[in-house]
């Protein structure tokens, strides 16, 4: 069964420093979600693609966070530099329209940073 | 706008008994619905999704959720608890235009299940 992979699993940094994430979505999903779920809440979009184009980053701290999608396929989430509020559960998803409508959203398994 | 609630941050049931878990929701179109479940340090698993097809939704692991407009409710129910049904559950909705396939989730703040032996 095709997933949506994320590395690394686990990030430790210090803080001011640079961290990256990496996303692949499954193939043939156009849409991309990066998401930020803080321990104890639900998940929050930090930004959408619709292949290579960003449609929604209205909640990315741009100051400090930045997304691509270089070929609309793989995506990468960086953070310069990191505080210790930037401590969450950073996740990609991916979609596609079902013939039923209501576009279902496919979840990797997340990248849990730790800023010291 | 669209928002969630999701009532009770924790919920414990005994092994066999009924599980409820209450999702309340908000939005300006009519929605699209979700109940995803997370276990420890892993992603969101969709559990089941309401589409405007049937009210009554049938999603993975027996679990099944009711849409009630009337109630802006889209409660997560399950006849008989499993200690392996322990987890995070949340409950989304999407703005999603129909027809479209954009469209961004809005997430509860999760509800914790236990099940005890």
């Known amino acids: 069964e095709a997933e949506v992979a994320q590395s690394p699993r686990y990030k430790i940094t210090e803080k001011s420093q640079a961290v990256a994430f990496w996303c692949d979505p499954i193939s043939g999903h156009a849409t991309l979600y990066w998401y930020r779920q803080i321990l104890g809440q639900g998940p929050e979009l930090l930004v959408q693609?619709?292949?290579?184009?960003?449609?929604?980053d209205s909640q990315l701290p741009k100051d400090r966070f930045s997304a691509e999608r270089l070929k609309g396929v793989d995506s990468t989430l960086k953070i310069q530099p990191a505080e210790l509020g930037d401590s969450a559960m950073y996740l990609c998803?991916?979609?596609?329209?079902?013939?039923?409508?209501?576009?279902?959203?496919?979840f990797g398994p997340g990248t849990r940073l730790t800023v010291t | 706008a669209q928002s969630v609630t999701q009532l009770g941050s924790h919920v414990s049931v005994s092994e066999g008994a009924l599980v409820l878990l209450r999702c309340n929701y908000s939005s300006s179109v009519p929605p699209y619905l979700f109940w995803y479940v997370q276990y420890p340090n892993q992603g969101l698993q969709l559990l089941l999704k309401?589409?405007?097809?049937?009210?009554l939704v049938k999603g993975i692991n027996g679990f099944e959720a009711e849409f009630k407009k009337s109630e802006t409710s889209f409660h997560l129910t399950k006849p008989s608890a499993h200690m392996s049904d322990a987890a995070e559950y949340f409950c989304a909705v999407s703005d999603a235009d129909r027809g479209s396939t954009l469209g961004r989730l809005y997430f509860g703040r999760g509800t914790q299940l236990t099940v005890w032996p």
């Open positions: 309401y589409t405007s097809a049937a009210t």
């Open positions: 693609f619709q292949d290579e184009s960003v449609v929604d």
């Open positions: 998803a991916s979609s596609f329209k079902t013939g039923t409508g209501g576009h279902e959203q496919y």
